[in-house]
């Protein structure tokens, strides 16, 4: 790729980002709230709304099919504007099959876009500048999230306007941000031609184990932690709001010194830093009793997830070209086995003892501390995972 293209494809990446964030948090730090308080959702019920929520994602792989007839760069735009009308539209259905339908069309938007973006980022970037620039589109995009929670805390405390007037909104600003996208980067070239089938490879064997484990993490932080706080502990929509604004805030500065400290130290030793301080956090999840406490810990719990750009730095590394597209779309699928299980299970299990689900997130934490030790000091082509060479490579 030339100059030009490169800046023009490190521009659109952070623009991507930034419409991400903006929607996608606003519509996120609505939600406990507002299915709590217009829908009357249960711990249950917020469940089952992230496992159909978790279902696009488990069909990503179906979006290595989509490039058949569409460009990469095509479909991440149309994802966003898909994202865009599934928010603008959440609020004029309070009810539960209501919430399923427009959570559904945010969700096939949302997680075809991370799927191709994640495509588009590897390809576009070259492997010594990636886990810098990946930790500044975070700092980025949280920068645009600061800001949209900001907005979202003046709509509710201070102009009181209803759920359906924020969604709206969202929607529309979200929908003209992504027609200004498309009009000022139309065709970015420099991409490799990437294969249309699906495989899996013996040697993105640790890679997808780490991508599993993440997905099931992740849906604890995002479906159980959030809930923990609301109806444990009673925080308000203002409230929980405030607590985005300060992981948003942090994540501008330390994002993209993670990226940094991930050039520094390599993968594996980040990614054993990460889960050995998650192991901490779940078991605090649940064992806590004070709402300050638990509020640190969610914070904390959202910085540690920044680390998780070395595992896409990782696979960069030992990846051929043509695979990513393919590959992305089957990580996502991978990632979202345990995502569309999760909620509905844990849910039930919610119900009975809180608890048991942060253990287990304990539990997801200790056997990805494992899995990352699998990598290489020095990742790359032929030394993928620890025992493929009788020496470790260094």
């Known amino acids: ?14 623009y991507m980002a930034v419409i991400m964030s903006v929607v996608f948090s606003i519509w996120n730090v609505l939600l406990n709230n507002f299915a709590f308080e217009k829908v009357e959702f249960t711990g249950s019920d917020m469940g089952d709304l992230q496992s159909f929520r978790e279902l696009p994602g488990f069909l990503a792989f179906t979006a290595v099919f989509v490039l058949l007839f569409m460009r990469e760069q095509t479909l991440a735009i149309f994802a966003l504007f898909l994202l865009s ?16 339908a427009t959570t559904l069309v945010m969700s096939i938007g949302f997680h075809y876009f991370e799927t191709i973006n994640t495509s588009l980022t590897l390809q576009w970037l070259s492997k010594e500048e990636a886990p810098s620039f ?11 999230g600061l800001i949209a929670y900001g907005a979202v805390w003046l709509a509710t405390a201070v102009l009181k306007l209803d759920y359906v007037v924020i969604y709206s909104t969202t929607g529309v600003i979200g929908i003209a941000m992504v027609i200004h996208l498309w009009k000022i980067f139309p065709n970015i070239e420099g991409l490799i031609l990437q294969r249309k089938n699906l495989f899996l490879k013996k040697k993105y064997s640790v890679y997808y184990v780490l991508t599993f484990l993440k997905g ?8 159980f932690a959030a809930f923990l706080l609301v109806e444990k502990f009673d925080y308000t929509l203002a409230e929980v709001t405030t607590l985005y604004l ?81 590959t992305a779309s089957v990580s996502f699928t991978i990632d979202h086995i345990a995502s569309v299980i999760i909620p509905v299970t844990f849910g039930i299990i919610w119900m009975y003892n809180p608890a048991i689900v942060f253990y287990a997130g304990a539990g997801f934490a200790a056997l990805s501390l494992i899995a990352s030790n699998l990598i290489p000091a020095a990742p790359g082509p032929g030394n993928e995972f620890v025992w493929s060479y009788k020496k470790q490579v260094v």
């Open 1 to 14: 790729m030339d100059e030009v293209n490169a800046k023009r494809a490190k521009f659109a990446l952070i």
């Open 85 to 100: 009308v599934g928010v603008l539209a959440t609020g004029y259905f309070p009810t539960k099959v209501g919430l399923i």
């Open 134 to 144: 990946l930790g500044k589109v975070i700092g980025y995009s949280s920068l645009a």
């Open 216 to 223: 099931a993490r992740r849906q604890i932080f995002m479906v």
């Open 246 to 326: 300060i992981n948003k805030g942090a994540n501008i500065v330390i994002a993209p010194l993670i990226g940094k400290i991930i050039e520094k130290i390599g993968e594996r030793r980040a990614l054993t830093f990460e889960y050995i301080g998650l192991i901490g956090v779940f078991i605090g999840y649940a064992l806590v009793d004070d709402a300050m406490i638990a509020a640190s810990l969610y914070i904390l719990d959202h910085l540690f997830f920044a680390m998780a750009i070395a595992i896409k730095t990782y696979f960069q590394k030992i990846a051929d070209t043509e695979d990513m597209a393919a």
